[in-house]
Each structure stands twice: as C-alpha cells, then as structure tokens.
C-alpha cells in the first residue's frame, strides 16, 4: 500500500477525562506514530493522556489520522492546538455518565475554530445496564442545544470488549465521504511543528501536519520563528518513505543542518518567511461563544492559541462610531465585537487564514472557559488610537430664567464654558446653547414636550477623548 496515494484526513478526538478516547484510539488505529498513544512518560506514570497523540488506520481510499487530545481541565491549551489540522470531530462520551464539563468545553472549542462536523462516540457500553434507546436519545437532546443540533450521527461502543466499531468504522466513512474539505496544495508550504527529537544515525526529525502547500525531498524550509534553515533529506508519512507529501497528510521531516534542540511546539516549517510576521498588537474580529456568559472588560487577560502554540495577552474590545474606534466592554449576550489584542511578547502569526481560540483559564475548571475565536483583521507597528466618553454632570439652577434653562457644573470658568458651547447632553436635554454670566454656567436646551424641568435635575454631557492604547 502506498499511503501518499491515500486521501488524507484528519479526525480529533475529544471528550472528559477518563470518558475512554484513547482507548477508543487503540481499537481503530493500525499504525501508531512516534509520538503515538500516550507516548509521553508522564501520560503512563499519571495514567492520563498529558500530549498530542497520532495514530492511523485506512479506510478505502483515505488514511485517517486520528489526533487523540487530552480531556483534563488543566491540558486545554494542549487539546486547543490540534484544533487548526483537523477536520472532522470524533466526541467521546462515557455512556454511564453522560456529557461533563470538559465535554462541552471542546464542543465550544471545536465549534469556535470552525470544525463543524462531528460523530458522537458512546463508550463504555460493557458497564452500562439501561436501554440504550434511551441514552441515545438524552444525548440528542443535550446536543439539540448546540450548533451541532439532535440530528448527529451517534455511535454506541465498548473499547474494552472492542464491539461497535464496525458500524463506527462505517460511520466515519460515509461522514468523510461527505466532508467539504478543500487542500491547498499549490500554496505556500505551511507545517505547524508538533513534535521534534534526533534519531540515531539519522538525525533531526520534525513532525506535523501540512496546512498548505506541498513538501517534496531536496526542499529547503526555514523554520519559525528561530531562524534556522535546512534541506529535506527524507519524508515518511506513517513509517513509510516518500518522495513527497501533500496539505493534509502528517508527516515525520528528516532535516539537515537542523538542530532540534532550539525548536519547540509552536514553530513552523515553510518555503515562505513572508507568509509570517511577528506581532505584538493585533485587531482582530471577535466571534464570542453564546454558552461563554462572563462580561469581557478592555483589558481582560487571555490565553490565547495561535496553530501549536498558546500565548498570554489582553483584549480591549472597541465599537465604531463615526470612524472613531471608542473603547468598549462587552457583555455576556453580545457575539461579536471587534477588539485589539496585546500580547505579552512577539508572536509568530500567519498573515491571512489566522484564526485564535480566545480562552480565559484562570476561570474555574467547572466553568466553561473557552470565549470565543479571533480573526486577524491587521497586525499593529504601534499602539493605536482610541477614543473614551469623559461624564461630566451638572444640575440645573434656574429652568425658567429669561434667557434660557441655566445649569452649573459643567464647566468652572467663562473660558471653560465657551469651549463647551454647541456639545451635545443626553437626553432630556439637547446641547449646549450658550454661556451664562462669567462663573463657568451656561444655557442649555431641552427636548420639545419636555416642560417639567426641575431645579437640581441632574444635566449630562459626555466629552470623547482620544488617548493611545497602553497596556495596562
């Protein structure tokens, strides 16, 4: 079998911990990567998945691989940064428990980077004692609250026993034969790096997943964001040599002249440093989950994943008015918004195609802490320019003089006054009118009806001022 032959795609699979989806990994895969099922040290010490794991299996005409994410609370930023090479969403559930919290939080996650199709895998049937139609149909009804809607495909399995799995087999198959996934194969080549290490002999290996382009032996490819550049030796896709490899298709990248001591989770392989730029400050459109209810303030820390890597920032959200970006904060029910991101250091960034998981993970493990995405609108040389209502209230002295409706407070001198004649007052009043005297008050207007104006009502007026953006 020559696997570069094989239409490539790539499944995740998610769930709570301990819901099975390693387990469930072992059962369909027939060829297990380097950094395959739970291959760090700590995942078998801890007896939990702590890593990114890839494994295979071919399915008529296509090799799938399988990227098995960690379900504990504490490793989401692992489980985030498979999100931008799969996709379809494999979804494991304990059958005897049903949803938890990290389940939902990877539906949000998965929703919030644009997988939209998933396959609902109910584990762990050798325990369970009540009916199955049941269970099945509970399920359809937690997901009818989703974007995924009731009508999702459900599959009913035991690793253990390993029973189902054909019908899961069959399952995933005609869901793959249904997707609508576009390659771009001619691009730039584009490989997020997930794992690195030497191999005796041989030398320095880099492993991914190709999002663009296509790798063949002899390229050269600089890696990012270190600098470093090196020649192609060798490709395997699944144990296997090839002479080239398409966007799709993960592969292990023997390299010379590099040295994987320097590379980390988060760089890149490409044939195009100028698809790259490093960025501090980001705009960027915010697309906020419905099920995430805490309000977003400017200046709110976030975790937030770019491909591999997950990076440390705050937002500042702003809403337009006039060709002025106004700062902003943003409440729980509102789902989109734009906003600029700081980061705490430089990051890497693809210039076009750049989507962010936004999560906020100093909140609770019970909550669900996934925000929302971020797209890149624009990478920023320096800070921006934004603007900001300064309140000033007054009251009102006199509403009957002969000259008008006077009110104090609003200004402390003539000079002061004069400068605020013509600014606009919220409602019932209307704008400023004219100065009174020579103390700081003036004459203000008031909305037609309005005739029950009463000494010491409260007059408001808000000044925009600009300011450039610190991070605070």
């Known amino acids: 079998m020559d696997v570069s032959e094989k239409i490539p795609i790539n499944l995740g699979l998610f769930g709570h911990i301990d819901s099975g989806k390693t387990a469930v990994a072992e059962v369909l895969s027939e060829i297990i990567s380097t950094a395959g099922i739970d291959a760090h040290p700590q995942s ?61 939080e990877h539906l949000v996650m998965i929703e919030s980077l644009g997988v939209e199709d998933i396959i609902v895998i109910l584990n762990k ?28 495909p459900i599959y009913a399995v035991s690793a253990k026993e390993k029973t189902g799995f054909e019908a899961l087999k069959q ?6 034969i249904g997707l609508d996934v576009e390659r771009s194969n001619s691009d730039d080549i584009i490989v997020p790096i997930d794992h690195h290490f030497k191999v005796k002999g041989i030398g320095s290996v880099l492993t991914g997943t190709i999002v663009t382009g296509t790798v063949k032996v002899g390229n050269d490819l600089s890696i ?25 298709n993960r ?59 997950t990076s440390i920032g705050k937002i500042y959200p702003y809403r337009e008015e006039s060709g002025k970006k106004i700062r902003n904060s943003v409440s729980g029910d509102q789902t989109e918004f734009k906003a600029f991101l700081w980061f705490n250091e430089r990051v890497l960034m693809r210039k076009i195609r750049n989507k962010m998981l936004l999560s906020r993970l100093d909140l609770p493990p019970t909550t669900l802490r996934i925000l929302g995405s ?29 000259q008008g409706i006077v009110c104090t407070g609003l200004a402390q001198s003539i000079a002061g006054a004069r400068k605020i004649v013509g600014r606009e007052l919220e409602a019932p009043f209307t704008k400023i009118k004219d100065t009174f005297g020579t103390k700081g008050a003036v004459i203000v207007g008031a909305e037609k009806g309005k005739e029950d104006i009463h000494k010491n009502e409260r007059v408001v007026m808000k000044e925009l001022r600009s300011f450039q953006l610190k991070n605070i």
């Open 171 to 176: 399952g995933i198959y005609e869901n793959i």
């Open 374 to 402: 971020a797209e890149l609108v624009d990478i920023l040389e320096k800070p921006p320019i934004l603007y900001k209502y300064k309140t000033k209230v007054g009251s009102i002295t006199n509403p009957n003089h002969s």
């Open 44 to 104: 078998k010490q801890r007896g939990i998945t702590i890593d990114l794991g890839f494994t295979s299996f071919v399915l008529d005409e296509y090799l799938v691989t399988l990227v098995d994410a960690p379900g504990h609370a504490d490793l989401l930023k692992i489980s985030a940064s498979s999100i931008e090479i799969i996709d379809l969403a494999l979804v494991v559930i304990d059958i005897n428990k049903g949803p938890q919290i990290q389940t939902g």
């Open 224 to 248: 990012l964001p270190i600098n470093a550049k090196g020649r192609v030796k060798n490709i395997q896709i699944f144990h296997q040599n090839v002479e080239s490899a398409r966007a799709g």
């Open 251 to 309: 592969v292990g990248l023997n390299m010379k002249d590099i040295d994987v001591k320097n590379i980390y989770r988060g760089c890149y392989a490409t044939d195009n440093i100028t698809a790259f730029d490093f960025c501090r400050i980001a705009d960027v459109k915010v697309t906020k989950s419905s099920l995430f209810k805490p309000d977003t303030n400017f200046g709110t820390q976030l975790h937030i994943t770019i491909g591999m890597a």
């Open 125 to 152: 049937t050798d325990l369970y004692n009540g009916e199955l139609d049941k269970v099945i149909e509970k399920t359809r009804n937690f997901f009818e609250s989703t974007s995924f809607g009731r009508n999702i």
